[in-house]
């Protein structure tokens, strides 16, 4: 089975394909540039060095948050475009299922970065999600996990690994804060793509394969136009 994915969850997004589970190809995109205008040429680029044809992709996959608002659009937009056009399923992955895969078992706490400050964040156990996702400051979140080394929760010292762009922003404050109950996944922002292709291709064998308008973003925070309009006094 081949798989084309695409994360635009972070900054620095990444394209993948994968074949039966395998990566064969996986390359960031530009931080510095918009990922509207990377694509779909890092996706072509992709499928080029794989020596892979665009018609030869039978599942697309796609990062659907949480991130920047902008971001996500423009990637499902993308991978919407090309699946519709291909007759071919769309399988959205979230991007902290993807971090608490690469970072493996044990506690991980997943954080991509939420601006003004705060942070995307979940807590795994494992690979299940055992701490939904939520926008907070990331001071908070480390009393809280500092504060309870995990006696009370059945987790004794076990260290949590921090992993997500934002973990690598703030690990000075965490490790400081928490000192051995705490570290810093290596790196701390590694590619997405290929994990969420190899997730979504576990999903498809699974009998997963839905259309590509049934993905639903997982923004976390609500779009700030929304807030805006909410803030609006009623005439």
């Not at 810093?184 to 009998?207: F, M, Q, V």
Request: negative net charge.
């Amino acid at each position: 089975m081949l798989v084309l994915a695409l994360d635009t969850s972070t900054r620095a997004g990444s394209c993948a394909l994968t074949r039966d589970g395998t990566v064969i190809g996986e390359h960031g995109t530009d931080a510095a540039m918009s990922h509207d205008a990377q694509l779909p040429a890092a996706l072509m680029r992709t499928l080029e060095r794989a020596g892979v044809a665009l018609g030869d992709v039978e599942v697309y996959a796609v990062a659907i948050g949480p991130g920047s608002f902008t971001g996500l659009r423009v990637g499902i937009a993308a991978m919407q475009g090309l699946a519709f056009a291909a007759g071919k399923p769309l399988v959205g992955v979230s991007a902290f299922d993807a971090l608490a895969r690469i970072a493996g078992r044990g506690l991980v706490a997943t954080w991509i970065d939420a601006w003004r400050g705060e942070v995307y964040a979940a807590l795994y156990e494992n690979g299940l999600e055992i701490e939904p996702p939520a926008v907070e400051h990331p001071d908070a979140i480390v009393r809280r996990l500092g504060s309870d080394p995990g006696d009370a929760r059945g987790w004794g010292l076990t260290p949590i690994t921090f992993i997500g762009e934002a973990a690598g922003v703030y690990a000075s404050m965490i490790l400081s804060a928490m000192g051995d109950h705490a570290r810093i996944a290596t790196p701390p922002a590694p590619l997405l793509a290929g994990t969420i292709a190899a997730i979504a291709a576990e999903s498809a064998r699974a009998g997963h394969t839905p259309p590509p308008h049934a993905i639903r973003p997982l923004y976390v925070r609500r779009p700030d136009a929304e807030l805006a309009r909410d803030a609006r006094p009623v005439p």
